[in-house]
């Protein structure tokens, strides 16, 4: 679909095995998202077009750090791209 380069970067060791066995990343990387101590680190700044977050907003809330930390991601002129599935019972 055009899209090439893609990295991974989740805090659930299943999922990352699950991202490990596509064989579709080029890098998978644990890293806890929205914590306050959370350092993104470096190598991932202004670097990506698109951050699609998946089910890390929730009928929880939602913690303003998350946001925040996924923009450091982006280059200028990114798409910061949301799915969730919330329960409105």
Do not use: W
Not at 17 to 38: C, N, P, S
Not at 47 to 58: C, G, L, Q, R
Not at 69 to 88: D, E, R, W, Y
Request: hydrophobic share 45%.
């Amino acid at each position: 679909m055009g899209f090439f380069r893609l990295a991974g970067m989740d805090v659930s060791n299943s999922l990352m095995q699950i991202a490990r066995d596509k064989k579709v990343y080029e890098h998978l990387e644990k890293v806890v998202f929205g914590e306050e101590y959370t350092v993104i680190p470096e190598a991932h700044h202004d670097k990506y077009d698109f951050v699609i977050s998946a089910s890390m907003i929730n009928n929880d809330g939602f913690d303003e750090n998350v946001f925040l930390h996924l923009l450091k991601c982006l280059k200028i002129g990114g798409f910061v791209i949301f799915a969730t599935k919330l329960n409105f019972h």
